[in-house]
């Protein structure tokens, strides 16, 4: 299966683990990501609370890049699928909004493409009985709050792949891999990313109610599909907070008995190794 690949501004940044993990995980999956050429960024980040024409412009423009390409996309980062899917279906849906996202981005828009968060095709492509004949290495006895913070599946009219309220698609991959998912209640509760810079007090109350929260539910660790959730849970952390913050690709990496998954997880603000350690998962 081929599909081209969005890897957004993070992923070849503070999250380059996500983007080497998604890759290589794929691969192992016998995917075939394909980074669309020219990329820019979606506007995520900042475009799109101050720029209207920004904010569908941008993620236009990438759509049309795809749409050349001739496949459906896939998006790791759940800040950005929620900007490249909420264009495309103000395009899908909507004259006006598909009129003006041609003149912005120069391009015919045809809907003849879909746009994919990694967890949907890992999920619904896939499958997890695959994952699971996939799993050389079991995660049996790690403990998992599944993180899904507050983009990846709202709004469900654009994002229908899972629950709104308490999604479960995480929570069956790391079943999957033989790991433990913990019921807890703050599966898509914000974590105060987009604040991180202009309101720090804010961010750091709401990232310790959200690591307090998964240490109660009896969690060894959280697993994130977002790279500025990741970054920003093991960032604003209370100092005496040491628990990891995993993307789920790099947990699968680890289960399909990846080498380069040791890589990937030095990149990690809190170390996960005496954690993984104590259940023999690396050396």
Known sequence: ???????????????????????????????????????????SSSAHAVNKDLTLGLAAHNIALAQQQGRDLVVPCS????????????MRHDPGERARGEMLAGFSYTGEIQIYSFLEVVRV???MERVAQTVRQSLTGLKLACYYGCLLVRPPEVRPF????????LDELVAALGAEPVPWCYKTTCCGAGLSLTRP???????????????????DALVSACPLC??????????QEGIPVFYFTELMGLAFGLGEASGWLKKHLVDPFPLLQRFSLVG
């Open 1 to 43: 299966m081929q599909y081209s690949y969005y890897p957004g501004c993070s992923l070849e940044a503070t999250g380059v683990e996500y983007n080497l993990s998604t890759r290589a995980v794929a691969g192992a999956l016998g995917l075939e990501l394909v980074e669309l050429p020219g990329w820019t960024c979606c506007g």
């Open 79 to 90: 800040a950005c699928y929620t900007r490249l899917s909420k264009a495309d279906h103000q």
């Open 125 to 127: 492509q896939v499958g």
């Open 162 to 169: 899972d629950r709104a309220e308490d999604p479960t698609s």
């Open 201 to 219: 007090e804010v961010v750091e109350q709401l990232v310790a109610r959200l690591l307090s929260a998964a240490r109660e539910a009896g969690a």
């Open 230 to 239: 990741q970054n920003n849970l093991e960032m604003r952390r209370p100092a």
